[in-house]
């Protein structure tokens, strides 16, 4: 039962029937820990406030001018709603019972957006381009941060760790996620109401880790999964993992050949061993997907005038531990420290007049392994000479036959485990919208993403109970080395399955195929993304029709040997970054579907025209389809890039 009282009358009555009740009862009044001090609630809609407390004790809510009172149900649980507020602040929220006051401080009314998913989405501003010059500047008191602690979860929770609101300071911006800052300084910036910005975000994460157990039920790769959840205990799961890993990496010795055979020593015929260029991650020189033990060795040329004293040696840094030997001698080593540019010192008597040789064993547990610091860190060093070791190692793996490490335990273990422990806690609270950069860790099943992402839409907002609210997402960008001829590409397919969101109401898309980075996957141009998600919410949220979007295609037409395509969004016309020359990023094909490079000019301002003489029939057309098409020239006269697209519906390696 609820009531609102908004009249002094109806002020004095709800007093009167708080203190009428029995004194008797003692229970605490909790909420969710995002009730708290410099939290910011949605304007325009009902304000919902939840918690627990004593069965059938009253419970009087009061924000500013709104009040009401509701009566805590026998689970313990209670729920009030308040009339909505424009834009203000700040006020005090306090929630009442006979027993027990809570008063939540600093409270702003505005818009608050939910800012999820990967890696990309929790970047944070001081690692991102300009981020640090942003946060010295980033005094806004009205934006407000809350950032969800991660945690995995098999049930839907109800609350998170206990963690603050933080005013948006030169102090706490450079932690917080950079798109989401940017974002919400374009929004406070041009609407001038405060903004709320919670961060629900955990790197790698797969997308069915964020959607719902009802949303998943009756899918036949996840369904039984989801039926089980709620037998399954993590820490129990956690507890056996932390024991198989640790049997694991004590059994690494007992599988490698090296220590068998030893390979520190001179005897040994390495001449024969792969090469590798080092330093780099030795999954991109050639051992993809290995834990364990690698060895390494490299020969120097000494003079009898450079061993009158010891010498430095310097390797950089070195994933995880390394033990390190000079003609068979050990000189240093050191444990689980990737962090640590190694620096050894090497004494004279090791040394010898003519070649030398360094043999390193390197040890690693997980992910990424190998020599991989600032080749300038690695040297040999005396007096008044220095070599460089940087450059062509040989290497061999040792641990040929060690079974695979043991999964950890992540979000991508099951299905449902962050939105139970991340989203779920957050459904009844008011919002403006959603923004979401995922995707990165689903290329590998790039097509079916469009059926989870669309689902994703729609079930987050069925259960928001908030209608249609905004939901804008980034659009994968440019990522690995630009393909030599056109090929098949899951970078392409999976902002494809992106795209295709944009048939749901309310929804707008970045297009940010001009910002990645050819040799990272966390590229550091966080604002142009920021920048795009605002001009998309500008049309989706606040009624701005004529905020620039990128152009999309819209259809094409086949006319004498040539595919004409028409695009949408190109507002005073379409332009080329290059000037008059032929557009990049196009690939055309007949009734064969074998691609090749076209070319294509702009035909007028809404128009493209794409031909190869050598294909004379063409029948489709495929733009920017590559994980990293390469520099693209077509944009409008914002400067924003056309969207990837194709014309055709041939079969995908993923379907």
Known sequence: M???????????????????FSSSTSAQITLPQFFSDHMVVQRQRPIRVWGMGNPGEMIRIQLHNRVTVTFVAPDGRWIGTLSTLEAGGPYEMSIRSVSDTVNIQDVMVGDVWFCAGQSNMEWPLKNSEGGNAAAAEADFPNIRFFEVPKKMAT????????????????????????????????????????????????????????????????????????????????????????????????????????LQQSWHLDAVDWASWPEMLIPRVWESGGLSNVDGVVWFKKSFTLSAGQLGNDILLSLGKIDNSDETYINGQLVGQTALDPGLNRTYTIPVEYLQAGQNTITIRVTDYSYVGGLLGDASRMYLQGQGWQIPLSGYWRYQLGTVNLPARPAELSPNSYPCLLFNGMISPFLRLGIKGVIWYHGESDTDSPYYYRNYFRKLIINWRQMWLLGDYPFLFAQLPNFRTPPVQPA?????????????????PKTGMAVTIDLGDPVSIHPIRKKEVAERLFNAAGKTAYNQNQAPQSPSYQSATIQSGEIIITFSNTGTGLQSLSGDGFLRGFAIAGDNGQFVWAQATIRNANQVTVFNHTVPNPKYVRYAWSDNPGPLDLVNQAGLPAAPFRTDFLLLPWQ
């Not at 206990?162 to 929004?187: N, Q, R, V």
């Not at 880790?209 to 129990?236: C, H, K, Q, Y």
């Not at 899951?490 to 902002?495: E, V």
């Open 155 to 258: 049930q839907p929770q109800t609350d998170v760790a206990a963690t603050p609101w933080k005013l948006c300071t030169p102090s706490t911006a450079p932690d917080f996620s950079a798109i989401a800052f940017y974002y919400g300084k374009e929004l406070h910036e041009n609407f001038d109401v405060p903004i709320g910005l919670i961060e629900a975000t955990w790197g790698g994460s797969k997308i069915n880790t964020w959607m719902s157990g009802p949303s998943l039920l009756d899918d036949p790769n996840f369904g039984p999964v989801v039926a089980g959840l709620g037998a399954l205990d993590l820490d129990e799961i956690q507890n056996d993992i932390t024991n198989a890993i640790t049997e694991w990496e004590n059994s690494i010795d007992d599988f490698d050949l090296g």
């Open 488 to 504: 098949d590409s899951g970078w392409a397919t999976l902002r494809e399955s992106q795209a295709s969101t944009l048939s749901l």
């Open 2 to 20: 609820n009531a609102l009282f908004t009249t002094s009358k109806a002020l004095v009555i709800g007093i009167v029937l708080i203190s009428s």
